[in-house]
T-cell receptor, first 112, second 113 residues
Framework: DAGVTQSPTHLIKTRGQQVTLRCSPK?????VSWYQQALGQGPQFIFQ???????QRGNFPDRFSGHQFPNYSSELNVNALLLGDSALYLC????FGVGEQYFGPGTRLTVT | AQSVTQLDSQVPVFEEAPVELRCNYS??????LFWYVQYPNQGLQLLLK??????LVKGINGFEAEFNKSQTSFHLRKPSVHISDTAEYFC???????????FGKGTLLTVNP
């Protein structure tokens, strides 16, 4: 049973650039949530996608946007990168967005 | 709004000793509670969950937690730890119309030989 997968594993970008991160949910799951984890901190909720729409959003600027595809996979886009966007980006999947969420290994983004 | 407080940022223990990692939460609605473990440079792995029913929840790797509604707590325990339990542990809450997980700041458990 395939778990949550994310790509790429690591990414280095320059300030002002744009980045796209990808996530495939666990088999049987239909909801994808994205979290940002800064060094030494707990994950912070960015947004959740269900039925190809953003259902809930955390306290992140509009530079952070996303998409969910008909096969339930998802993308996270970040525009106009700032140094403070450097973090581990975690994708989590669940069924209907309720209850436990299963996390992928994350994408480590470094902005220089 | 929901919030989680993990009362200890670091907990050092010796191998085979018991351990308790403390978690308190705040919520105005019924909650779901979770403990996750994160090993260095990895994602989060679900240890255990409380959704409803019995307040004593058993998880993987010999961990258990007890939901205490009156104390708004969900402490994680293990009777005998191993070196391999060294990791960061996160308590999280969701529930009501809140689909997101709200995490605490984490507790670094270090098991020494």
């Amino acid at each position: 049973d395939a778990g949550v997968t994310q790509s790429p594993t690591h990414l280095i970008k320059t300030r002002g650039q744009q980045v796209t991160l990808r996530c495939s949910p666990k088999s049987g799951h239909d909801t994808v949530s994205w979290y940002q984890q800064a060094l030494g901190q707990g994950p912070q909720f960015i947004f959740q996608y269900y039925e190809e729409e953003e259902r809930q959003r955390g306290n992140f600027p509009d530079r952070f946007s996303g998409h969910q595809f008909p096969n339930y996979s998802s993308e996270l886009n970040v525009n106009a990168l700032l140094l403070g966007d450097s973090a581990l980006y975690l994708c989590a999947s669940s069924l209907f967005g309720v209850g436990e969420q299963y996390f992928g290994p994350g994408t480590r983004l470094t902005v220089t | 709004a929901q919030s989680v407080t993990q009362l200890d940022s670091q907990v050092p223990v010796f191998e085979e000793a018991p351990v308790e990692l403390r978690c308190n939460y705040s919520s105005s609605v019924s909650v779901y509670l979770f403990w996750y473990v994160q090993y260095p440079n990895q994602g989060l792995q679900l240890l255990l969950k409380y959704l409803s029913g019995s307040t004593l929840v058993k998880g993987i790797n010999g961990f258990e937690a007890e939901f205490n509604k009156s104390q708004t707590s969900f402490h994680l325990r293990k009777p005998s730890v191993h070196i391999s339990d060294t990791a960061e542990y996160f308590c999280a809450v969701s529930g009501g119309s809140n689909y997101k997980l709200t995490f605490g700041k984490g507790t670094l458990l270090t098991v020494n030989p």
